[in-house]
């Protein structure tokens, strides 16, 4: 069995009828991105529930070994090898029961987007793409693919059309530009619908960004 994972919710002001699942990058929290949601400047009747998992705790080798909370170990800064698989496998465990959760609680799969920043938009495209049921839409944010310039093995035919809305700073020195292209490429070239989007930014998130996130959640939702 999976561990569940700590997280911070943040409710909307009418019942939720769809969900944002945020995962956050190496060495932050669900708390980092927490306060994302009023700076999305929602309908205040949006009936979004927000969900803000925290990684577990672990070394991250190329920290030093230093302990962290990490989706999964990075053993170098070389595309093809900097991930873990090891331990994203067993944290796509953990945000396939977190969705799954949010299902049993009477969500639909189709209501609920998987987002992420850096190391958790690795894994919000890890988890989305082999997720076995629809999912609204796939969310990564300065990121890339575990597997480098290849698609994951395992596939879920259930979301070969489900949206997924790719975001990348010009000036990111953390995940190079050419890494998330290369995911864009391979997700493109594999028929997955892709929207590309870039901003004069490091590795980060600014206002520009978060209207064109907002914009595309309504659009997912159907707000």
């Not at 309908?43 to 989706?71: K, L």
Request: proline share 7%; aromatic share 8%.
């Amino acid at each position: 069995m999976s561990v569940s994972l700590e997280r911070i919710v943040v409710e909307p002001k009418t019942p939720a009828t769809a969900v944002v699942i945020w995962l956050h990058g190496l060495g932050d929290s669900g708390a980092g991105f927490a306060p994302v949601v009023p700076a999305l400047g929602l309908p205040v009747d949006h009936a979004i529930r927000f969900i803000f998992p925290h990684a577990p705790e672990q070394a991250v080798t190329i920290n030093g070994g230093y302990v962290m909370r990490a989706w999964y170990d990075i053993k170098s800064m070389d595309l093809h090898d900097r991930a873990d698989m090891q331990g994203v496998l067993e944290s796509e465990k953990m945000v396939a029961a977190l969705i799954n959760e949010q299902i049993a609680a009477g969500i639909a799969s189709q209501r609920i987007v998987l987002a992420g920043f850096s190391q958790g938009g690795v894994m919000s495209l890890f988890s989305g793409l082999r997720f076995p049921e629809p999912l609204a839409g796939i969310m990564a944010l300065s990121c890339y693919l575990p597997t480098g310039d290849v698609l994951p093995a395992e596939l879920s035919a259930a979301n070969r059309n489900t949206p997924i809305l790719q975001q990348h700073g010009l000036q990111d020195d953390v995940v190079p530009l050419s890494a998330g292209m290369l995911a864009k490429e391979a997700l493109t070239a594999g028929g997955y619908h892709v929207t590309w989007q870039t901003y004069p930014m490091p590795h980060s998130v600014i206002p520009e960004q978060l209207k064109a996130i907002s914009k595309w959640l309504l659009q997912r939702f159907e707000m």
